[in-house]
């Protein structure tokens, strides 16, 4: 791994500690399960953060040695042209990122784009947990992820070794898991599903076949209450979807009562109760385009308002606030991609996203079969 840029090398594990330190205070402080209720777990708390399967990775300071091009757009344009690179980015990242990315997605629709990319090189601009998966599609193909330490809240309170227990305390259960886990969850599920095809893909599992659904234990509920089906929810949850205020909500609607709440399912119930519209990112960008409402509020991180403003520009959008006064309504994991380290990635060729061929082809599977149940 070569290139002026690499500074000191150390070998390390990605396990950011803004995600240790949130796992430890969920599983002490927010856990609202009852040991006897059979359609939740409840994550034990640890005193030192729980390591999980993960590529190995080279850091580095994103501009040392390197001088940052004048033109960055032109820039990145010559390395897509001299790698035949496709840069795939989701709705959370910055909006300079979304105005050069070739593709533009939530996780299903970037899952298929990585499935039937032709391009030699994949740039993915989103976390961890998507860059794994279009290395799993595509394991012959250099792919790249602009900031190594891009994780994901939700995948990392879903340590592989507790899921591995949990998995074999309901040996009869089909295991269903959001996509917004790693690559060594996705190898012990049945099927993976996003928030675009859970409920779809539930409803397609014969009613007598118990069912696991993990991590997220909101978008599980969400999915239960839509099919009328039983799951044993994996209480893992997203920092930004949980942060979101009712109360501040509540304020909100009362100073635009003509603004439309629209919600993603990762939300927490009370929440969710508000909305007049829940659906993952593309399909909250659908409604918001075809509404006739010109206000709405948007509960989900404000990353997706770029493309709802491009494309219904007659329409106001505001950001539902967070709990407390901060910018926790912004994930601070796809904010750490930037315009330049996207650029010094394909520069260096690196970060590069690498996985065992085992766990490769044991996740592989699922990711298949929800791409067939969801076509």
Not at 216 to 242: A, F
Request: charged share 20%.
């Amino acid at each position: 791994m070569g290139g002026s840029g690499w500074g000191s090398l150390r070998y390390i594990k990605r396990f950011a500690n803004f995600g240790k330190n949130y796992y430890n205070y969920q599983t002490q402080a927010k856990s609202r399960v009852s040991p006897t209720d059979s359609t939740t777990h409840s994550i034990q708390p640890t005193t030192q953060p729980t390591t999980m399967f993960t590529t190995a990775f080279l850091e580095r300071d994103a501009t040392a040695g390197n001088q940052v091009p004048d033109n960055l757009y032109e820039a990145i344009a010559a390395l897509k042209e001299e790698l035949n690179a496709v840069i795939l980015a989701h709705y959370y990242q910055e909006s300079e990122i979304q105005d050069i990315a070739d593709y533009i997605g939530d996780s299903l629709e970037l899952s298929r784009r990585a499935a039937s990319t032709d391009a030699d090189v994949i740039v993915f601009a989103g976390v961890h947990f998507m860059a794994e998966t279009a290395k799993i599609l595509n394991p012959d193909k250099l792919v790249l992820l602009p900031d190594f330490n891009a994780g994901c809240s939700l995948a990392d309170t879903c340590p592989p070794d507790a899921f591995a227990q949990f998995k074999a305390a309901h040996p009869d259960h089909l295991v269903i898991s959001y996509i917004n886990c790693s690559a060594a969850i996705k190898a012990m599920s049945d099927i993976i599903c996003t928030s675009s095809n859970a409920v779809k893909i539930v409803s397609q599992i014969p009613q007598d076949q118990p069912i696991i659904f993990a991590p997220d234990r909101n978008l599980g509920r969400y999915v239960m209450e839509q099919t009328g089906r039983d799951l044993v929810l994996w209480q893992g949850s997203c920092i930004v979807h949980e942060n979101f205020s009712e109360k501040k909500i509540v304020q909100l609607k009362i100073q635009h009562p003509e603004a439309e709440i629209i919600a993603h399912p990762e939300c927490e119930p009370p929440v969710l109760r508000h909305a007049n519209y829940v659906g993952s990112t593309s399909a909250l960008l659908k409604y918001a385009q075809a509404s006739s409402s010109s206000t709405f509020i948007i509960v989900t991180e404000p990353g997706i308002i770029h493309q709802m403003s491009k494309q219904a520009n007659d329409k106001t959008f505001i950001p539902a606030p967070p709990t407390s006064n901060c910018a926790c309504n912004e994930c601070p994991y796809m904010r750490l991609n930037t315009l330049e380290k996207l650029y010094f990635c394909m520069k260096n060729r690196s970060p590069e996203i690498t996985l065992p061929e085992d766990i490769r082809m044991a996740a592989w599977r699922p990711i298949q079969r929800m791409l067939e149940m969801s076509a």
